[in-house]
Structure formats: structure tokens, C-alpha cells
């Protein structure tokens, strides 16, 4: 129900012009922008990152638009002094610590004098992450029949079509209990799939992750140490994931790692305990996968809300219509229709 109010208004919005007033009306003052991989070959990556034409479209959107592209620091501190008249911020951050923010981002950013955040778990640049949806990625890409034991299917994907379809079913039924992760552990193993080899393949190792964090427009913040949905730990192993990521990260880089992404940040991986937590481990700023715009004034720090970068064809159109105020638009009415329903 909600996708469909949101969506009714995105394309609404988009067919009679209305765009302006919107951002206008409903537009917070900022906004974080998830993204993951910036792909060049985005097909042959089965189309699970972002595309480097729609990272390119993406910036210059935000330029257009007026949004002034900060670091996240910058932008909480503008916020925090509530200036009337002040521009609207945005914050580009991705998550994970892939190669390709070097090597396909990095001159994109440059272009467009764009700070960045780049938030890492210590597994990825130490070759000990488990990164189960490369894996999956990989499997379906190589493989003509998958079947996936834990989940009790078999998907013929032979063609372009069929690869999607099963990538996006495996990879929904992960989402649905973090826990079922290791479980494909086996899989892989059937099929020849390394997960460290994947590792060595996609992320940055420390010499590169050392010299990203030398750059001047660049941050690095945490992502625990083995990308676990924290909700699913018992405390002190969700305490130790975020203090053991933080110290691993400010030893190799030799400086204050103050801001943390939590690993998948939906409401099923990270909530007050992990709020908690986190301000425990040292961290002063954490960010979630919750949609939505950043407001004046007591922001909770500990539970940022940021937009991601869909894949799909009409992601920059999603992607002007949640910068621009239709999500805040469609929560707003979605709550005035619930207020009439109860009164
Ligand atoms: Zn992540």
C-alpha cells in the first residue's frame, strides 16, 4: 500500500511538474546517499550495483538541483546551527569498501569536488570477510542450474533473465534471517566458489584502503568486523564487532574513526540496543538504510536515516523523486489517512 501512495505521487509529481514545489515543501534540509559498487560493466555484474553512467547522472543531479555535496561532518555541523537561508546538504557515502570507489568513483568525485564516506568491515581489506552475496552473484553467473539445499530450490538460469530472477530470490530469502547466510557456506563450496578469492576480486586491500583514506575529499568509517547483522548477536559479541572494527581501522589508518554504517541497517539488523552500543564503541555518528531526509535540530546521530541508489531502470527517477520530498510527501499522507481511519 505504501509503495503504491509513493509511487502514485513520484510519477504524479514527475508527469505535471511539480517536482519544485515538492522539494520545496517536503525536502529536508539533507540528505545521505547510500551507494555500494559503481559498475562499469554493470551487466556483467548481473546489474546488483550502481551503473557509473547513473553515478555520473546521480551527481549531477545534485549539482543542478542546488544540493551542496559536504562531508558528513560538515553537514551535521551546518545542521546543528540551524541557519535560515542555508543551502541543502548532501552526503555521498558507500558501503563495504569496494576497489571500484578507487578506481571508477574516485575521478567522478574529483570532477565534482565531492566528499565521500567510505565505510569498511575489517574482513573485506583482511581477506576474511564472508561476502555471501558476491558469492551468490557469482554462482548464478557461472552456473546454467543453481540449487541452493538450505532453501530447498532449484532455479534453471540459463539465460540473462533467469540469473536475475534467481539472484533476487536467493538473495530475498537471506534478507528474510540474516542467520541463513552461512548456511550457503556448503553451496559454495559445490560450486567451486571461493569467497576469498571474491574478496581479493571486489574489495580494497589495506595499502589501497590507506592510500583512499590519504585523499582529501575521502572518510573512512566503520562496518564492524565480519559485516554481521548486529541484532542478531548476543551483546558482547555485538559490542566487540564494533570496538574491535573501530581500533582495527584507526591502527591501519592512524586516525579517529568516529562514524559507523551499520551492516544491512534495516530494522531486522540494528535498533536502540545497537544505537546503544555503537555510542559505547566510541562511534558519534551511525547511519541505517531507513529512507529518509535529514531535519534541523536534534538529529539522532546514532540512527541517521540515508537513500540508497536503486538498480533498476528508473532508478535516477526514484532517486530525484526521494531527494526530492515525494517519500517525506507519501509518509506525511500515509499518516494523515491512518489519523482519519482512527478518529
Ligand atoms: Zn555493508
Redesign the pocket.
Given at each position: 500500500m505504501r509503495e503504491v501512495l509513493v509511487n502514485s505521487i513520484l510519477y504524479g509529481t514527475q508527469w505535471t511538474g511539480l517536482m519544485p514545489i515538492f522539494r520545496r515543501l517536503f525536502a529536508g534540509r539533507a540528505v545521505i546517499v547510500t551507494f555500494?559498487e559503481i559498475q562499469r560493466d554493470f551487466q556483467h555484474e548481473l546489474m546488483t550495483g550502481t551503473s557509473v553512467e547513473l553515478f555520473q547522472q546521480c551527481l549531477s543531479l545534485l549539482q543542478r538541483q542546488g544540493w551542496k555535496i559536504v562531508s558528513l561532518d560538515e553537514c551535521l555541523r551546518a545542521l546543528s546551527q540551524n541557519e535560515a537561508n542555508a543551502p541543502r546538504y548532501a552526503v555521498i557515502t558507500f558501503?563495504?569498501g569496494y576497489r571500484d570507489i578507487s578506481s571508477v568513483a574516485l575521478p567522478l568525485l574529483e570532477q565534482n569536488r565531492a566528499p565521500f564516506m567510505v565505510?569498511v568491515?575489517t574482513g573485506a581489506p583482511t581477506r576474511s570477510l564472508k561476502p555471501w552475496w558476491l558469492g551468490l552473484r557469482e554462482l548464478f553467473r557461472r552456473a546454467d542450474h543453481v540449487t541452493i539445499d538450505p532453501m530447498g530450490v532449484k532455479f534453471d538460469c540459463s539465460d540473462f533473465f533467469g540469473k536475475k530472477v534467481g539472484l533476487k530470490a536467493v538473495t530475498k530469502w537471506v534478507h528474510e534471517d540474516y542467520r541463513r547466510a552461512a548456511s550457503l557456506d556448503r553451496t559454495f563450496q559445490n560450486y567451486g566458489i571461493s569467497l576469498s578469492a571474491l574478496n581479493a576480486a571486489y574489495f580494497l586491500d589495506e595499502r589501497e584502503l590507506q592510500a583512499l583514506s590519504r585523499h582529501p575529499l575521502a572518510s573512512i568509517g566503520g562496518?564492524t568486523t565480519s559485516?554481521a547483522a548486529l541484532a542478531t548477536l548476543d551483546p558482547s559479541s555485538a559490542r566487540a564487532e564494533l570496538e574491535d572494527n573501530r581500533k582495527y581501522l584507526e591502527t591501519l589508518l592512524e586516525r579517529p574513526v568516529r562514524d559507523l554504517?551499520y551492516?544491512?541497517g534495516t530494522p531486522g539488523a540494528c535498533g536502540p540496543r545497537e544505537e546503544y552500543l555503537a555510542g559505547q564503541a566510541g562511534f558519534s555518528t551511525a547511519v541505517t538504510t531507513r529512507k529518509g531526509c535529514l531535519a534541523d535540530g536534534n538529529l539522532n546521530r546514532l540512527a541517521l536515516p540515508r537513500f540508497g541508489v536503486g538498480c533498476h531502470l528508473d532508478a535516477l527517477m526514484s532517486f530525484e523523486a526521494n531527494v526530492g520530498g515525494v517519500y517525506a510527501a507519501g509518509q506525511a499522507l500515509k499518516g494523515a489517512v491512518s489519523l482519519r481511519h482512527r478518529s
Amino acid at each position: 500500500m505504501r509503495e503504491v501512495l509513493v509511487n502514485s505521487i513520484l510519477y504524479g509529481t514527475q508527469w505535471t511538474g511539480l517536482m519544485p514545489i515538492f522539494r520545496r515543501l517536503f525536502a529536508g534540509r539533507a540528505v545521505i546517499v547510500t551507494f555500494h559498487e559503481i559498475q562499469r560493466d554493470f551487466q556483467h555484474e548481473l546489474m546488483t550495483g550502481t551503473s557509473v553512467e547513473l553515478f555520473q547522472q546521480c551527481l549531477s543531479l545534485l549539482q543542478r538541483q542546488g544540493w551542496k555535496i559536504v562531508s558528513l561532518d560538515e553537514c551535521l555541523r551546518a545542521l546543528s546551527q540551524n541557519e535560515a537561508n542555508a543551502p541543502r546538504y548532501a552526503v555521498i557515502t558507500f558501503d563495504d569498501g569496494y576497489r571500484d570507489i578507487s578506481s571508477v568513483a574516485l575521478p567522478l568525485l574529483e570532477q565534482n569536488r565531492a566528499p565521500f564516506m567510505v565505510y569498511v568491515p575489517t574482513g573485506a581489506p583482511t581477506r576474511s570477510l564472508k561476502p555471501w552475496w558476491l558469492g551468490l552473484r557469482e554462482l548464478f553467473r557461472r552456473a546454467d542450474h543453481v540449487t541452493i539445499d538450505p532453501m530447498g530450490v532449484k532455479f534453471d538460469c540459463s539465460d540473462f533473465f533467469g540469473k536475475k530472477v534467481g539472484l533476487k530470490a536467493v538473495t530475498k530469502w537471506v534478507h528474510e534471517d540474516y542467520r541463513r547466510a552461512a548456511s550457503l557456506d556448503r553451496t559454495f563450496q559445490n560450486y567451486g566458489i571461493s569467497l576469498s578469492a571474491l574478496n581479493a576480486a571486489y574489495f580494497l586491500d589495506e595499502r589501497e584502503l590507506q592510500a583512499l583514506s590519504r585523499h582529501p575529499l575521502a572518510s573512512i568509517g566503520g562496518h564492524t568486523t565480519s559485516h554481521a547483522a548486529l541484532a542478531t548477536l548476543d551483546p558482547s559479541s555485538a559490542r566487540a564487532e564494533l570496538e574491535d572494527n573501530r581500533k582495527y581501522l584507526e591502527t591501519l589508518l592512524e586516525r579517529p574513526v568516529r562514524d559507523l554504517a551499520y551492516p544491512y541497517g534495516t530494522p531486522g539488523a540494528c535498533g536502540p540496543r545497537e544505537e546503544y552500543l555503537a555510542g559505547q564503541a566510541g562511534f558519534s555518528t551511525a547511519v541505517t538504510t531507513r529512507k529518509g531526509c535529514l531535519a534541523d535540530g536534534n538529529l539522532n546521530r546514532l540512527a541517521l536515516p540515508r537513500f540508497g541508489v536503486g538498480c533498476h531502470l528508473d532508478a535516477l527517477m526514484s532517486f530525484e523523486a526521494n531527494v526530492g520530498g515525494v517519500y517525506a510527501a507519501g509518509q506525511a499522507l500515509k499518516g494523515a489517512v491512518s489519523l482519519r481511519h482512527r478518529s
